[in-house]
Structure formats: structure tokens, C-alpha cells
């Protein structure tokens, strides 16, 4: 079956440090998107991309940056971890077909917590 | 902007008590209202997508409606196992907004 992956599924860094949250779909979905989850602040978009080599920042992308080399996958990477990106981090792939926006399907989610 | 209002933020029920959902929206040209049920720990499922006002759907005890300006998710006789929470999202020309979700639990 189609699954969307996070990996991997927790992690613990230290302030400063480079880290990347790996995201894969085997849906073949054009579109794919990485959001953070707070407690008071729901869902809010970081990244996306609409296809290969194609990224667009999202609402809260400051310290975040993501590349699309291949349908199936779109790395997120926090160049400089920071404590204020403590939080629990969704993937998510779409696939438009004739103009219609179809709903996007969420990977397990990966909890950060950086120290 | 496009803006995303839940209500209420928590809502608790016995079983087999109906209710509704609501989720007031703001947005530059609506292209898709979807909601999502999420579980502790784990990513939202896809529950619907409304397109225009005045369509509905549904899907075993839930029925999501749309209007101009909110949409309702209606739970008839809930059962213990519908405890979640439920989040609305907007699609306008840029990306998905999402609201911050009403947790919904039914005890038996």
C-alpha cells in the first residue's frame, strides 16, 4: 500500500546543531508540505513544494530549509537548531488532478525537542 | 490573510449525544474546506472536502456542511471511539491554513 514516512519519529538535539527530519511518499503525489504542530497554535505550514526542484516558503520558515531532488521525498532541514523549534513535525503529500486540490495525506509526525 | 476559527475548543459528550462543530473562516477565493480528525500522537486523517456553499457529506455519524462564511461538522450519536480532535482547514490561492481544532471526547 501508498504510505507516506517520517523518520525518524523522535529526536533530541542540542541548541546550534545542524538536524533533518526525512519525509517519504510512495504515492507519486506531485505536492508535498512540512508543518509544525504547537499546543494554542494548530497546524502552520513551513515549506512546500509543488514538484521536483520547486520550494516555496511557508508561514513560519525563518531557520527552517527544504530541497525536492525527486518525487518522493522532501528533506527539512533546521540549519541551526534553536529551542523555540521544539514541536512535533508533519509531512504531508497532495496530488492536483484537473485544477481539483485534493486533500492531503499526513505522515506520523517526528517530535523534536531541542535542548 | 486567510483565518481559521474553531468552536469550541473542547467539547465533552455522553454517548449517542448529537452535536455540532463549527469552524468560521476568512479567505481570498476558496478553493477547498477540508476537515481532519487527529488522534494523540499521530498525524490527521482525512475526513472530507467541501468545494461551495450549500454541499454536504458524510461519513457513518459525521456530516460536514458549508456555507459562505463557516462550516459545520454534525456528530449524531457519537460513540466513545469518535474521541478526537477535529481540525478544519481552508485552501485559498496559496496554501492550506488550518484551525487550532476542537477536542471532542465521548464518554460512555
Known amino acids: 500500500d501508498a504510505e507516506i514516512t517520517q523518520s525518524p519519529r523522535h529526536k533530541i538535539t542540542e541548541t546550534g546543531r545542524q538536524v533533518t527530519l526525512a519525509c517519504h511518499q510512495t504515492?507519486?503525489?506531485?505536492?508535498m508540505f512540512w508543518y509544525r504542530q504547537d499546543l494554542g497554535h494548530g497546524l502552520r505550514l513551513i515549506h512546500y513544494?509543488?514538484?521536483?526542484?520547486?520550494?516555496n516558503k511557508g508561514e513560519v520558515s525563518d531557520g527552517y530549509s527544504v530541497s525536492r531532488s525527486n518525487t518522493e521525498d522532501l528533506p527539512l532541514t533546521l540549519e541551526s537548531a534553536a529551542s523555540s523549534q521544539t514541536s512535533v513535525y508533519f509531512c504531508?503529500?497532495?496530488?492536483?488532478?484537473?485544477?481539483?486540490?485534493?486533500?492531503?495525506?499526513f505522515g506520523p509526525g517526528t517530535r523534536l525537542t531541542v535542548l | 490573510e486567510d483565518q481559521v476559527t474553531q468552536s469550541p475548543e473542547a467539547l465533552r459528550l455522553q454517548e449517542g449525544e448529537s452535536s455540532s462543530l463549527n469552524c468560521s473562516y476568512t479567505?481570498?477565493?476558496?478553493?477547498?474546506l477540508f476537515w481532519y480528525r487527529q488522534d494523540p500522537g499521530k498525524g490527521p486523517e482525512f475526513l472530507f472536502t467541501?468545494?461551495?456553499a450549500g454541499e454536504e457529506k458524510e461519513k457513518e455519524r459525521l456530516k460536514a456542511t458549508l456555507t459562505k462564511k463557516e462550516s459545520f461538522l454534525h456528530i449524531t450519536a457519537p460513540k466513545p471511539e469518535d474521541s478526537a480532535t477535529y481540525l478544519c482547514?481552508?485552501?485559498?490561492?496559496?496554501?492550506?491554513?488550518f484551525g487550532s481544532g476542537t477536542r471532542l471526547q465521548v464518554q460512555p
Open positions: 467541501l468545494y461551495s
Open positions: 504531508a503529500s497532495s496530488q492536483t488532478r484537473q485544477g481539483v486540490n485534493n486533500e492531503q495525506f
Open positions: 482547514a481552508v485552501l485559498g490561492w496559496r496554501a492550506l491554513t
Open positions: 504515492w507519486n503525489h506531485n505536492n
Open positions: 479567505v481570498s477565493g476558496l478553493r477547498g
Open positions: 513544494s509543488y514538484g521536483v526542484q520547486d520550494t
